[in-house]
């Protein structure tokens, strides 16, 4: 990855290293940007800085100034392993969750039964990440269907989210 320094970002934009750093200050405080420090040297900016810097620069070229910069577009560098975090980050949180109720399912062999029983008696709605765990499926395998059933009841996916999960009712198959 290529770094710049404040005098290489002046030079390329063609403006003064006090400009810059009166703007460094006030994307980094914004949040748009974040310089870094290189054993201990001066800050150094990635490309996506620069190409933040240059966005404002651009902005304040005739009667515009900082405070009415609005980002275009955030540019972000994002390392293979971060977004391996991110698509994995919604399983993750689901193993987190079915280790917390591994005892109850693993020792009973009706726990199924008797969680949807319990549900369908006191029409209880569940998240989809509950309901995964309790019938011991991914969510991916029955979260896109409207209706299936699961030993004897009958789940129907609700129209409300919570969050950003679906809900579902049980229901006994009689």
């Avoid at 030079?11 to 400009?19: A, E, G, P, Q, Y």
């Avoid at 040297?41 to 009415?68: F, M, P, V, W």
């Avoid at 991110?86 to 689901?94: D, E, G, Y």
């Avoid at 193993?95 to 369908?120: C, G, I, M, W």
Wanted: glycine share 2%; net charge positive.
């Amino acid at each position: 990855m290529e770094t710049y320094t404040k005098p290489d970002i002046a030079s390329l934009l063609d403006t003064t290293v006090r400009t810059i750093t009166e703007d460094s200050r006030y994307l980094t405080n914004k949040g748009y940007i974040k310089p870094i420090q290189i054993n201990g040297s001066a800050n150094q900016y990635s490309e996506s800085d620069l190409e933040i810097l240059r966005q404002l620069r651009q902005h304040c070229k005739g009667n515009n100034n900082r405070k009415t910069f609005v980002l275009e577009k955030k540019v972000e560098v994002v390392s293979k392993l971060n977004s391996n975090l991110a698509i994995n980050k919604r399983k993750l949180t689901l193993n987190k969750f079915k280790h917390l109720f591994e005892d109850f399912s693993t020792t009973d062999p009706f726990y199924d039964y008797v969680q949807l029983q319990r549900a369908a008696d006191n029409s209880w709605y569940l998240p989809t990440a509950k309901l995964s765990i309790i019938i011991n499926k991914e969510p991916d395998s029955f979260s896109h269907l409207q209706r299936f059933t699961y030993q004897g009841f009958i789940l129907d996916r609700q129209p409300q989210k919570e969050g950003n999960s679906y809900i579902w009712s049980v229901n006994a198959n009689q």
